[in-house]
């Protein structure tokens, strides 16, 4: 081939190149910029599969934006709802993330009470049982007390001296009892001040529960957390409900330990719920708290969660009938 023609084809390739270089089309800041969002929102490891509709969207805008021409009316309108479209998934995407999280603090949260109330009960089960247990060894104390001062008597004296002994002794522990049964009689007429209504009279109406677990073990004081708070607000709320009912409070409990103490217990429950809608403004004279004890179960108390139920303060808003 001579000089000629190799020099004719070299400058003729070189045209093409030029020709090929100058047909690429330039590039599209726009669509680059889109699209690397778009990427970055698909590989987010936080976010996954999330939005998936929206997401699909945002791809299908961004392709009808790559078809456009640039400085035409369809591509401005096309980069608009490309760039909308985008906006719309990450919001999904991010929206449901949030949905997640909080699904999963609620369930979290519900956990939390739970074992909360679980441990309430087994910590009043515990003092229940420490309780039963004081009193037992105070009566096998006194029983083997009772046998020594018998056993000195009968080798101090004669069989007429301690025949005389012991009548004097069972007068003197007569007497005993008898001022302790007045003193009892006292203090659980002090513990049931305000007395239930025999057969229960009056019409119960609607009411609201607050359960043990809202005080503390063994105990009358309502507990400081958001949960017994939120409780107590639901109570007032009930109360201011019913501006023209009789408010009644009854204290219950379940059947752990000694039944005195436990009906002086759901008094004093029963006294600080009624304390609490005084605080709020409710009048003394619409509230009567009362107090029974285990007499009135809801549950079986042979469970921890049937004696969790029974252990409650029921506030009953009384129908008129007048």
């Known amino acids: 081939m001579s000089r000629s023609r190799i020099g004719a084809t070299l400058a003729l390739a070189g045209i093409l190149m030029f020709a090929t270089v100058r047909a690429e089309p330039p590039a599209d800041p726009d669509l680059q910029r889109l699209t690397g969002q778009l990427a970055q929102l ?4 936080s976010l996954g599969q999330l939005g998936a509709a929206d997401r699909m969207r945002a791809h299908q805008a961004l392709d009808a934006l790559a078809q456009t021409s640039p400085r035409s009316d369809e591509r401005k309108e096309a980069l608009y709802i490309a760039e909308r479209r ?9 929206a449901e993330l949030a949905e997640h999280q909080i699904d999963q603090l609620d369930r979290e949260h519900d956990r939390i009470l739970l074992e909360a109330s679980r441990r309430d009960a087994d910590r009043a089960r515990q003092e229940a049982e420490r309780l039963r247990m004081q009193d037992k060894a105070r009566e096998e104390e006194a029983q083997r007390a009772e046998a020594d001062r018998e056993a000195q008597q009968q ?3 004669g069989i007429a001296s301690d025949e005389s002994d012991q009548a004097r002794a069972l007068a003197e522990a007569r007497a005993k009892a008898a001022a302790l049964a007045q003193q009892e009689a006292a203090l659980t007429g002090a513990a049931t001040s305000n007395p239930p209504t025999p057969g229960g009279s009056e019409p119960r109406g609607p009411s609201i529960v607050v359960y043990g677990s809202a005080f503390a073990p063994a105990g009358a004081s309502l507990r400081k957390d958001p949960h017994v708070k939120a409780q107590v607000d639901a109570l007032v709320a009930f109360v201011q409900e019913h501006p023209d009912a009789m408010i009644r409070v009854e204290g219950h409990t379940d059947n752990s330990g000694n ?3 436990n009906l002086v217990l759901s008094q004093q429950r029963a006294d600080a719920l009624k304390n609490v809608l005084r605080a709020a403004g409710i009048p003394a004279s619409r509230v009567q708290a009362v107090g029974l004890g285990a007499e009135q179960p809801v549950a079986s108390n042979a469970t921890a969660q049937g004696r969790a139920r029974n252990s409650r303060v ?3 808003a009384l ?3 007048n």
């Open 42 to 45: 698909d590989a987010d490891p």
């Open 86 to 94: 985008l906006a719309a998934a990450q919001y999904a995407a991010q």
């Open 155 to 157: 080798q101090a004296a």
């Open 259 to 261: 039944p005195q103490k």
């Open 314 to 316: 029921e506030v009953i």
């Open 319 to 321: 129908r008129n009938t």
